[in-house]
């Protein structure tokens, strides 16, 4: 699995969906409707990552063919639950928290892929080479102008630099947030 995090703030991100707009389709899961699981536009993305958590199934033409679909999965412990799958192909993951211990708007966010995705037909199925260039095209554009560094042990986060001039603490209150302690970086 490839996974890259960072804290930026409301304009990089908002530039930063625009650009993943512009080149994919993005299917949204809120976590507050699953019935709700579908593309979204453009201009649907600002109003729905000021408030909550949000999640972005992403696939392109470069790395992936197929579309999304919603399926009403029965859980044992939820009940009747709606996942967004795959139709077979990879995909690139995207999340956005809002931060409000920050004094200006803020969002932790996270690109990722899986090492192994399970086609509809039983089949599993790898990352692309192609997969992999598109996420390193992203995760540059995420990272740059940021600065890395340990929130814990083993566990690196980028923070844009502007972040860092708004906000002198940033770092503690990201360690804060996930109950950690204090990490020399």
């Known amino acids: ?25 993005l299917v949204a899961d809120t976590r507050l409707d699953k019935s709700a699981n579908r593309i979204v536009t453009k201009s649907e993305i600002s109003a729905m990552i000021k ?18 679909y919603v399926e009403e999965v029965e859980n044992v412990h939820m009940g009747t639950v709606f996942a967004t799958r795959s139709s077979g192909d990879v995909f690139l993951t995207v999340t956005t928290l809002p931060l409000d211990e920050f004094s200006n708007p803020a969002f932790e966010v996270s690109i990722s892929y899986q090492s192994s995705f399970l086609q509809p037909t039983g089949n599993m199925i790898y990352p692309t080479v192609e997969l992999k260039k598109y996420y390193s095209k992203i995760k540059n554009l995420l990272v740059s102008q940021a600065e ?5 042990p083993k566990r690196n986060v980028w923070f844009k630099r502007s972040v860092l001039v708004a906000e002198p603490l940033a770092v503690e209150l990201l ?11």
């Open 148 to 152: 890395r560094f340990a929130l814990f």
């Open 1 to 25: 699995m490839a996974l890259t995090e960072a804290v930026i703030d409301q304009t990089c991100l908002s530039d930063f969906l625009n650009v993943l707009a512009d080149e994919t389709s």
């Open 175 to 185: 360690r804060q947030r996930h109950g950690g302690r204090k990490v020399q970086h």
């Open 51 to 68: 408030e909550r958590f949000c999640q972005f199934y992403i696939k392109n033409a470069a790395f992936s063919r197929g579309g999304f």
